[in-house]
């Protein structure tokens, strides 16, 4: 009998531009390995009794299946959990670390009490998001003219004169916020248009310039840099599915 595929689900938060997701990890033997691919986002992860904070990446994260027990998390849009956190993004990019090793103990453990106390995980990480939004107020309304402007495919100079940064200005903004330069999140959030137009059935070619690459072969050069993976190997692995996290650490790197 063929074995169950893990179980993932999402549903939007209430927090503006976030969702909620939990994975069910399967009993029996691990499954396959498999790659994250980023996306610009943060993510709050409860799983294992931790809660673990996973920063922005700028190459695909493979999962090891070894540690990849059931989760419940929170996906920030880009931008928001460094204000939620009281991090920079840039100090947690390409890294998976422990809630413990960034905010205080007590706080620590107030929040794993109300997580552990709750039968919804993934609902109790949401209102705590709610709450410390209430605390620290919506992000910069620049940020998210950057993000949101990026997202829609607008050039980064566009996006710029838009929010009223200069060149300077922006880039360490987008530091502090997103993990990186808005040249790789630009990169970044073109690849996810791509391939979110792939999974419509959007042929490969059609799908790059749909979303901004010049032709096939520019989509497979960032394909390659950022997920590195082909598009073929991607879909054909079932990688596409969705894309959820794993408390593994990873390494940092410095990114313009």
């Not at 990890?25 to 294992?48: F, H, K, N, Y």
């Not at 709610?130 to 107020?137: I, Q, Y």
């Not at 980064?156 to 060149?167: M, R």
């Amino acid at each position: 009998m063929p074995q169950e595929r893990p179980r993932y689900q999402e549903r939007p938060s209430r927090l503006p531009g976030a969702v909620v997701w939990t994975w069910d990890a399967p009993e029996g033997p691990p499954p396959a390995p498999r790659s994250v691919l980023p996306d610009g986002c943060m993510d709050l992860i409860w799983t294992g009794g931790r809660i673990v904070v996973a920063g922005p990446d700028t190459h695909a994260f493979e999962v090891d299946p070894e540690n990849r027990g059931s989760c419940a998390a929170i996906r920030f849009a880009p931008g928001t959990a460094p204000l939620l956190l009281g991090v920079p993004a840039h100090e947690l990019r390409d890294h998976r670390a422990d809630l413990a090793d960034l905010w205080p103990s007590p706080a620590v453990r107030r929040l794993t009490e109300r997580i552990e106390q709750d039968p919804d995980p993934a609902g109790a990480l949401e209102r705590f998001a709610l709450d410390r939004m209430a605390e620290t107020g919506p992000p910069d309304p620049r940020t998210v003219a950057v993000a949101e402007g990026l997202r829609r495919g607008r050039s980064v100079a566009a996006t710029a004169a838009e929010a009223g940064l200069g060149a300077r200005q922006l880039h360490r903004r987008s530091l502090a916020a997103f993990g990186y330069g808005p040249k790789t999140l630009a990169r970044i959030l073109r690849l996810q248009r791509a391939l979110a137009l792939i999974r419509t059935g959007l042929p490969y070619a059609e799908a790059a310039c749909a979303a901004g690459c010049t032709d096939q072969a520019h989509l497979a050069r960032e394909m390659r840099d950022l997920a590195g993976t082909t598009l073929g190997a991607y879909f054909g692995a079932g990688d596409a599915d969705a894309n959820s996290e794993t408390p593994q650490p990873s390494g940092s790197s410095t990114t313009a």
